[in-house]
């Protein structure tokens, strides 16, 4: 499937920190033809590209109240299925199956990772920017996992809500 | 065995015959910058439990959120079998694993850790613990 898409230049923006409170707050929908949703997409991916190891990033993450992210896992090792880079406006979550527990991070909780259990089968919906018919993407592996902790993001949870006991969460090691 | 804001604090169960003698034994630490209290464990009461529970808090740090939000738990029979607080910056994370009594209404404790999350400005939730049984 081509999810690629025609962007204008976007504005790198910056990212909100937890204890946002962004970042805890349900984002509503947007119309996925509105240039100011456009131009929000350009923004995340401007952004996502600059920031070392990111693979998406949420509307919510760079002070935006809107249901949209993007993602880019193309280069991740533990990627199996992937759709290269994409924005989707709006997604909605039809089957996730298959549970795994993974250690994952999250730029807007950068002293920390956590132990999550995540779907590792997916199919979402959603819109791509600029139209008007919804599209389905199915998905598997680490896909599967980045989308799911991107709609948690637009659902204002972060992956310190979903971690899998009370020793599942870790400081973040920098390795140089 | 945690840091309570840089104090060493440690609690441990143990099966001991002679507690005096081990009371005697800790006495010299007495004279140490330590704080140790040694107390019998009264037998408790065999209660049955409901599946295990994830209680996870995390925001903006300040004094009393662990003794309210244990204080909730407490007030539902929970028993906290482990728990894990992070403190990086602003922010505070928490995280434990509760048993209540199996005729627990968990979505009303739920419900009850959502209104002490609003009066806490922090984000709080109380799941099941997901189990894999092979």
């Known amino acids: 499937m081509d999810l690629s898409f025609e962007l204008p230049q976007g504005r790198v923006r910056p990212v909100l920190t937890a204890p ?112 008007h018919e919804p599209i389905t993407i199915t998905t598997d592996a680490f896909e599967a996992r980045a989308i799911q902790h991107e709609v948690d993001h637009l659902d204002g949870l972060l992956f310190l809500d979903r971690t899998s006991g009370a020793h599942a969460l870790h400081p973040r090691k920098t390795y140089l | 065995m945690t840091l309570l804001r840089g104090h060493f604090a440690m609690t441990l169960i143990a099966d001991i015959a002679n507690i005096a003698a081990l009371k005697s034994r800790l006495s010299h630490l007495d004279d140490e910058p330590l704080s140790v209290l040694v107390v019998p464990v009264p037998e408790a009461e065999r209660t049955a439990l409901g599946p295990p529970q994830i209680f996870t808090l995390h925001g903006s740090d300040r004094p009393g959120i662990v003794q309210q939000a244990t204080a909730l738990l407490a007030e539902f029979g929970g028993n906290i079998t482990d728990i894990s607080t992070r403190l990086r910056g602003s922010l505070y994370v928490l995280g434990a694993e509760v048993e209540f009594p199996a005729d627990t209404d968990t979505s009303l404790v739920a419900q009850r850790v959502d209104q002490l999350a609003d009066e806490l400005d922090v984000v709080a939730s109380l799941r099941p613990a997901e189990e894999d049984v092979l």
């Open chain 1, 20 to 131: 946002a409170k962004l970042l805890s707050e349900p984002c509503p929908e947007v119309s996925p033809t509105d240039p100011a949703t456009i131009g929000l997409a350009a923004d995340l991916v401007a952004t996502m590209l600059v920031s070392p190891g990111c693979v998406g990033l949420a509307a919510n993450q760079i002070g935006e109240r809107a249901r949209v992210f993007c993602l880019d896992v193309t280069e991740h090792p533990k990627t199996k299925t992937q759709h290269g880079r994409f924005v989707l406006i709006n997604p909605s979550i039809v089957t996730a199956t298959r549970k795994t527990q993974s250690r994952e991070g999250c730029m807007s909780v950068p002293d920390f990772t956590g132990d999550v259990r995540r779907a590792s089968r997916l199919v979402v919906t959603g819109y791509l920017p600029g139209e």
